[in-house]
């Protein structure tokens, strides 16, 4: 195998790294904001509410995430350009661009999967905790915050780093609307160079690494997260 195509490509591989990360961090940080009102009010309603917060995440497992990718970009974004005024607004640069619209298929699909994760995660608090906490005054809030909330993402935490891994392993997917992350740039390199392991390799080796990483910090975390006291 030959390697010597490296020094001239660096860049390119650095580059669609920072874009990997910046993809994986963006729409698992929202995706995981928007799971946890998604979970919570499946287990406390209203009905009309649950329902479709369960028809959301119904939908996002049940459809592949290149569809979702697809239908918010060529689908949702193609609409923007016949808005009257909207070339000329200050909107246009980002509505243009295809990755918001990357970071929105991925947060909504990090969204209904964890969603789903954290429904059960908030059925499995122990609902003597939650009554011990209210009967010692505690608001509403302070026991989703200081109680419910805290102990949901606790019993959870290793099924969350699976889906952080995964949606990193997802991110590829974004190439498909002319994103060029890390598997972007690897196929530019291919293209280029003729050659198609060793691009392809290193690129596996570099998700590999940045899989090794997230497991480490997760568990590091998971190692250091106090159990929640009513006092």
């Given at each position: 195998?030959?390697?010597?195509?490296?020094?001239?490509?660096?860049?390119?591989?650095?580059s669609g790294f920072w874009l990997?990360?910046?993809?994986?961090?963006?729409?698992?940080?929202?995706?995981?904001?928007?799971?946890?009102?998604?979970?919570?009010?499946?287990n406390t309603g209203p009905k009309w509410l649950s329902m479709i917060a369960r028809g959301f995440c119904t939908t996002i497992r049940g459809t592949p995430l290149l569809i979702q990718l697809w239908l918010i970009y060529y689908g949702v974004g193609s609409l923007f350009p016949d808005?009257?005024?909207?070339r000329e607004s200050f909107l246009w640069p980002y509505l243009r661009a295809a990755f918001p619209y990357a970071v929105t298929a991925f947060t909504l699909s990090v969204a209904g999967y964890t969603g789903e994760i954290m429904r059960g995660a908030f059925a499995g608090v122990p609902k003597g905790e939650l009554e011990a906490a209210r009967a010692m005054g505690m608001s509403p809030f302070k026991v989703l915050v200081r109680i419910w909330l805290p102990?949901?993402?606790q019993n959870v935490f290793p099924t969350l780093a699976g889906e952080f891994v995964l949606?990193?392993?997802?991110?590829?997917l974004?190439?498909?609307i002319t994103i060029y992350e890390l598997f972007g740039r690897s196929t530019e390199i291919r293209q280029d160079t003729f050659r198609v392991y060793e691009p392809l390799l290193l690129v596996a080796g570099i998700y590999i690494l940045m899989t090794a990483v997230i497991v480490v910090i997760f568990r590091w975390?998971?190692?250091?997260?106090?159990?929640?006291?009513i006092a």
């Open positions: 195998m030959d390697w010597s195509w490296i020094p001239e490509y660096s860049d390119r591989l650095i990997t990360l910046q993809l994986l961090l963006m729409s698992a940080t929202m995706g995981f904001m928007l799971a946890i009102p998604i979970g919570l009010v499946q808005i009257d005024g909207i102990r949901a993402v949606t990193l392993k997802a991110t590829p974004a190439a498909t975390f998971e190692n250091r997260i106090p159990k929640p006291s």
